[in-house]
């Protein structure tokens, strides 16, 4: 039988039921007693153990006795069933978890229908069990023989509305039936009411009824029994939660004893300590986290308990929980709070004043006010006010009916006093005064500094007799910012001269109406700036000032404006670089460039100056006659050369009727010869430079043949007779 109260004769010191059926009970150290243990009484269900009740004796020896159990059965057939409704996390744009849970609490196994209509502007998107049927916003789902004090639950899940609807009132209806053959034969509903937000915090701890809210003090009339709390959590780590562990420390104005689960998401274990310390106990629970399964990270515990009896009004009942995810440090939820609140306790508190003088004010203030709370006051109903303080200038005399109404969504009461207004002598108006606003004036021994009509009264025996009134009118100060952009530096009205930004600085003029006028100065100092502007030119460079500049230079200046609107000062530091010396030396076939400290790239002028590949050293020994030049590069600059004309290469002298050709030359030490024709008589000769014979050869009936110096690299002369003709040739080994 869950929470099932056991109580004892004489009281113990602490006792606490759990659902299943299990309970505790503590005696005081030194409570040495006899003490009686039986169950509650609980209609329709009867005690099956042989005795009702145990005898237990407390004495310094006793430490602990257990399996003091009762049995119970059903005496009489009974249909009766609890639900509970329970929404997750309102929140615009997502999918959020509904709870819907049905308690067997009667005698029977009951079957039956659940029935959840849904707010409009929610749309169904699934569950844990799928229903039979949907028409519009209503969904069923049957169940069927729950057992005594089984629960049933659907976790449902559904399309919260968008952020144009932040702010309103979602409103769903749980209703659940007991179904027999002949139709229904017992119903319950809920009805779960949630605003609309688009951001919240996932852990957090809701109160039913909330109360009243204006100021956060949540409200609530005497005759509230009972505070249903629901604990939300949600596991928005970057890893699922082995355990979850909630603990609550009940306040002393709630009957710990009388704690009762209602619904959760989650098997858990309850564990309560004597200090009012209860812990849900959510272990292998593995709760993945939000990133991984939105719906799935959360969950919820809510259960009931009653307030103590006889509380005063006001008492204040605050409750808050710790979540704990595995080891990490607890997430403390958000304080709920509940007041007794009751409307005779705002009539008693109130100091009404009854008699007053004519032309003086009457106020009356409701201490404590609460701003959910109306206040309607009427003088002989022609005078109407409302808030909580009654303001009224008494301008005539007489007995007045002063009625006042207090309502709020708790309760309402009205009362009715006598205001006696007594007349008085006309009053004696004096001559306006005027004063700066930053001043004060003594008006009847005080100093006033607010616009206003000041009275003073001269007494007579009765208190009443003549009032003197001034009015003082508050000329007003002005104050402004002058705000200042300069370079460099800039001399206020001040008299000071800042070299730096400064919005702190203030100085005081007078105003049109000779009051002080504070002006606070908004200055904004740029600084001029300067540079140097470093380049590097060929022969010559045309700079920012408009002038050529043939030759290094780092003392010509310029100014411009910077992003601030001040000067620059740009100073140039220029280079001019040239080649020295571009001209070339001709010996034979080699040319030679007379610049030593540069870099050399030969060029082809009868190819339109094409690029030698290979030959960028400072001579080059060309192997064909024609023009060539030299592109040479110093210190960052190039020029090139003028072409030279190179016709002593190869053939050095040739009396044959034909063109010889030799190929290729330069070589490696292997020529080809082609005489272009036949000879039928040849002699070949082949020397070093010095005119020493290397070879000495005889061809007859030849045109081609071939050549191959095995000497080392070098130039070598080739003579070739036929007859009396003659060619000379110069080779070239590499």
Not at 309 to 316: N, R
Request: charged fraction near 15%; hydrophobic fraction near 35%; charge should be negative.
């Amino acid at each position: 039988m869950p929470f099932t109260e056991v109580m004892s004769t004489p009281n113990y010191t602490f006792a606490h039921s759990y659902e299943d059926g299990r309970y505790f009970m503590n005696f005081a150290d030194t409570a040495y007693n006899s003490y009686s243990i039986e169950p509650e009484f609980l209609q329709d269900w009867g005690i099956t153990t042989s005795s009702p009740s145990y005898t237990v004796i407390v004495d310094s020896a006793f430490v602990f006795m257990d399996s003091l159990d009762f049995g119970m059965y059903p005496t009489n057939i009974k249909d009766s069933i609890i639900v509970e409704f329970t929404g997750g996390f309102p929140r615009c744009n997502t999918v959020a978890n509904y709870w819907l849970d049905v308690k067997n609490v009667g005698t029977t196994f009951p079957s039956g229908v659940f029935q959840l209509t849904l707010d409009d502007s929610i749309s169904y998107v699934g569950s844990s069990i799928a229903p039979d049927s949907i028409i519009n916003q209503d969904i069923y789902w049957s169940y069927d023989s729950l057992f005594f004090f089984d629960i049933a639950q659907i976790n449902l899940f559904v399309q919260m509305p968008t952020f144009v609807n932040m702010g309103n009132n979602l409103q769903s209806i749980l209703q659940v039936t007991v179904d027999s053959l002949s139709g229904s034969v017992y119903t319950a509903s809920k009805t779960l009411n949630q605003i609309l937000v688009c951001a919240y915090d996932p852990n957090d701890k809701i109160a039913d009824p909330k109360g009243i809210e204006p100021d956060g003090m949540g409200y609530i009339p005497p005759s509230t029994e009972h505070l249903d709390y629901t604990i939300r959590f949600q596991n928005t780590g970057t890893a699922s939660a082995t355990d979850v562990i909630i603990t609550d420390q009940l306040n002393p104005s709630l009957d710990w004893s009388s704690i009762e689960i209602l619904s959760y998401s989650d098997a858990y274990q309850l564990d309560f300590h004597p200090s009012g310390l209860v812990e849900f106990k959510f272990e292998n629970i593995n709760l993945p986290d939000s990133t991984t399964d939105f719906l799935g990270s959360q969950g919820f515990i809510k259960f009931r308990i009653n307030l103590e009896a006889g509380l005063p009004i006001p008492t204040i009942i605050q409750n808050e929980a710790n979540i704990y995810f595995d080891q990490n440090p607890p997430i403390l939820t958000n304080t709920e709070t509940n007041t007794l609140f009751e409307c005779q306790n705002l009539l008693n508190d109130i100091a009404f004043t009854q008699t007053a003088c004519k032309n003086s004010q009457v106020q009356i203030n409701i201490p404590g006010e609460s701003t959910s709370t109306n206040y309607n006051w009427q003088i002989n109903n022609v005078i109407s006010q409302t808030g909580d303080t009654f303001d009224w200038f008494a301008d005539t005399a007489g007995i007045f009916n002063l009625y006042l109404s207090i309502s709020n969504p708790l309760c309402f009461i009205d009362t009715t006093v006598q205001l006696n207004i007594i007349p008085t002598s006309a009053p004696t108006v004096l001559p306006m005064v005027e004063v700066c606003n930053s001043d004060s004036l003594l008006i009847f021994n005080k100093f006033e500094s607010v616009s206003g009509v000041y009275y003073d009264t001269l007494n007579s025996f009765l208190g009443c007799d003549s009032i003197v009134s001034i009015q003082l009118n508050i000329l007003p100060t002005s104050t402004g910012i002058n705000s200042i952009s300069e370079c460099d530096s800039y001399t206020w009205i001040d008299g000071n001269t800042y070299n730096t930004s400064n919005n702190t600085a203030t100085h005081i003029l007078t105003n049109s109406l000779g009051c002080d006028s504070l002006v606070t100065l908004n200055l904004i100092i740029n600084q001029s700036t300067s540079g140097t502007d470093f380049q590097t030119a060929c022969n010559s460079y045309t700079w920012i000032d408009g002038n050529t500049y043939s030759t290094s230079n780092n003392t010509a200046t310029h100014i411009l404006t910077n992003s601030s609107g001040c000067d620059s000062l740009v100073q140039l530091d220029l280079t001019i670089n040239n080649v020295s010396e571009v001209t070339t030396s001709l010996n034979g076939a080699t040319i030679t460039a007379n610049n030593s400290n540069a870099t050399y790239q030969w060029l082809d002028c009868d190819s339109s100056n094409m690029v030698i590949n290979g030959e960028t050293n400072q001579s080059i020994t060309v192997i064909n006659n024609g023009n060539y030049a030299v592109e040479i590069t110093e210190n960052g600059c190039v020029d090139t050369s003028e072409c030279v004309t190179v016709n002593s290469v190869d053939v050095m002298e040739n009396s044959l009727e034909i063109k010889i050709a030799v190929y290729p030359n330069p070589s490696d030490g292997k020529f080809k010869v082609d005489l272009g024709k036949i000879y039928s008589n040849l002699e070949v000769t082949l020397t070093d430079s010095k005119g020493k014979i290397i070879q000495n050869k005889e061809y007859t009936s030849t045109q081609l043949f071939d050549l191959e110096i095995e000497e080392p690299s070098g130039v070598y002369i080739l003579m070739i007779k036929s007859g009396v003709e003659e060619a000379v040739i110069r080779l070239v080994k590499k």
